[in-house]
């Protein structure tokens, strides 16, 4: 992907779908979009999957929650994109084996019951079905699992993935099927252009140059940002969003005895579910679900979620972790559609399509392993909102980009590689999205900032100010995923 070339495409040529959004939603829009060959173009504020898309607990999957609270058909559909998600991307998602630890007979019978119906709603699928487990195979599974008064356990599937570079393999996928994708342009208005056009007023935050793109048809997928784009649309636009904080620990491998299996707290004292999992060496821990008032790109954790989760995890641990264990902490927030429940938890995942009068699509709420789904449903409204000619969408089959050259490069040569191949613009785009650095080690990524500032700046022409800056804004976003 060549960022000059996706700006002066987006500058010049008159789209059918122009995509507002670079996260999982937006980026499945592009691909879809282009697959059915219109001509499709998107734009995101800053980097690809920079906001909620990022920052996910790295699961493909069908919502043992969900399953709970009795909404069968939106986890039977979440199962079947789960499986389609498996299969086009293999290098990206991969199968993981749970562990659902019960402390006493009835809950044991009440999971393996739960269980067998979440196998029966996957029908065929490549992933293992589920099993019973002894106290001892359980502890073999989950090497410091707390043993005392254990009664056994289920052991389940689902996936495991890396939201940030499964974004990129949808972008590297859009632009090989002809998108025009770009970050770091903020979109400032929308207007009508002329007879069946729209035009959205757009600004390259590197340069400060504004232009203006059009377009038959715009599709809004900026998630916790969708009410602030149909509020350019329509001022007087009511919000479709509440937001829910969802924040996650990282700590060491140990803290799961070196597992490579999950453990999955069947429930919290909020009453959801807690998720640890092996990810990129370590030991990812979460989610907690708080409300959150407004959409901010930045949303940060607090010391009560962490004791929180730390809380949950050391319940059913024999050896607990503490709080000086923790690597590095993140949030993200959820945009939920607002129905007006009590509390965040029982909102719905869910997603809607809103079109305006203007003709504007909103695709908005859902999770990432519907992001196929929802991106479909997105593109079928466009079309038939802007009278394109319908073609269906072949995604479900479609391939991503296998493209992981970055990882077989000598480490010297990475950081040019992302800047000139994956439009990697900042020392925080490789740190935290083209590595997961900053995710698994925030100290770790602040020591790497000044070696990668300065590749980077070689390699886009910056100065030594520049440079600085970078490494002064790094670090104190890396404070922040310390804690300190």
């Known amino acids: 992907m060549n960022r000059a070339g996706a700006l002066r495409r987006l500058s010049a040529e008159t789209f059918d779908v122009l995509i507002i959004g670079g996260g999982a939603t937006g980026l499945g829009c592009a691909l879809d979009a282009a697959a059915r060959g219109y001509r499709t173009g998107l734009i995101e504020a800053y980097d690809f999957a920079k906001g909620t898309s990022s920052r996910s607990t790295k699961l493909v999957h069908g919502g043992v929650r969900y399953l709970q609270q009795g909404n069968i058909a939106l986890v039977k559909e979440a199962l079947r994109e789960r499986a389609r998600l498996h299969r086009n991307a293999p290098h990206l ?85 002809g998108a025009a994708v770009a970050n770091y342009v903020r979109a400032d208005g929308l207007r009508a252009a002329s007879a069946g056009l729209r035009a959205v007023d757009a600004t390259d935050t590197e340069t400060g140059e504004r232009f203006t793109i059009r377009a038959k048809a715009i599709v809004n997928a900026a ?133 305006s009068r203007s003709g504007l699509v909103t695709i908005t709420g859902g999770k990432w392993t519907t992001y ?51 439009m990697a613009r900042t020392v925080e785009d490789i740190l935290a999205r083209r590595t997961r650095t900053l995710f698994v080690d925030a100290q770790s990524a602040a020591e790497q900032a000044p070696g990668v500032a300065a590749a980077l700046a070689q390699e886009l022409g910056r100065g030594a100010a520049w440079q600085s800056d970078q490494v002064r804004d790094f670090n104190a976003l890396a404070r922040a995923y310390l804690q300190k």
């Open 372 to 422: 196929r789904k929802m991106a479909e449903d997105a593109v079928d409204a466009a079309a038939s909102s802007a009278n394109l000619a319908l073609a269906p969408s072949p995604t479900a089959d479609l391939p991503l980009s296998q493209s992981d050259a970055p990882h077989a490069l000598p480490a010297a040569d990475r950081v040019p590689y992302y800047a000139r191949e994956e």
């Open 93 to 177: 998602v991969q199968e993981l084996r749970f562990v659902v630890p019960a402390y006493n007979a009835l809950e044991l019978g009440y999971l393996w019951a739960g269980l067998k119906l979440y196998d029966a709603l996957a029908g065929k699928s490549p992933f293992r079905r589920s099993s019973a487990l002894s106290v001892r195979d359980a502890v073999a599974h989950i090497g410091t699992l707390n043993p005392h008064r254990l009664k056994g356990a289920v052991a389940y599937s689902d996936a495991q993935f890396d939201d940030a570079r499964l974004a990129i393999a949808l972008a590297q996928t859009a632009h090989e099927r």
């Open 223 to 355: 998630g916790i940002f969708a009410d602030a784009v149909r509020r350019m649309d329509d001022p007087a636009a009511k919000p479709l969003l509440t937001f829910s904080r969802g924040s996650h620990i990282v700590l060491p491998a140990h803290v799961l005895g070196g597992s490579q299996n999950a453990l999955l707290v069947p429930k919290t004292a909020d009453g959801r579910v807690l998720f640890a999992i092996p990810w990129h060496g370590f030991t990812l821990a979460g989610t907690t679900d708080v409300a959150s008032g407004e959409a901010e790109i930045e949303p940060r954790s607090t010391g009560e979620e962490i004791a929180f989760i730390l809380g949950a995890l050391n319940a059913y641990l024999a050896h607990p972790a503490a709080e000086n264990d923790v690597l590095s902490t993140w949030a993200g927030l959820r945009p939920l559609l607002d129905r007006s429940a009590t509390g965040t938890a029982q909102l719905s995942r869910e997603h809607a399509i809103e079109i």
